[in-house]
């Protein structure tokens, strides 16, 4: 019953897609330091994770910041 994708910032911005997001609010988890993908290297977008299910409505939440070398 629920769908969790990692995705760019930016699927928010959609024209098209509005209209759906709109009748389909998702929850939006921030990820404050870009991921890895290859190679610990990063690339130029920033990314959250977008969940839909019975209980999201649409809230916002900025993850913490994991610090290195910090338990």
Do not use: H, M
């Not at 990820?31 to 990063?42: D, K, L, V, Y």
Request: glycine letters at 8%; proline letters at 8%; a positive charge.
């Amino acid at each position: 019953p629920f769908v969790a994708a990692l995705l760019r910032l930016g699927f928010l911005a959609g024209q098209r897609r509005a209209p759906w997001l709109r009748k389909n609010p998702c929850d939006v988890l921030v990820t404050p330091r870009r991921p890895s993908f290859a190679f610990g290297a990063t690339d130029a977008s920033d990314y959250a994770w977008f969940l839909w299910g019975p209980s999201t409505n649409g809230k916002i939440t900025i993850l913490e910041t994991e610090t290195k070398g910090k338990a």
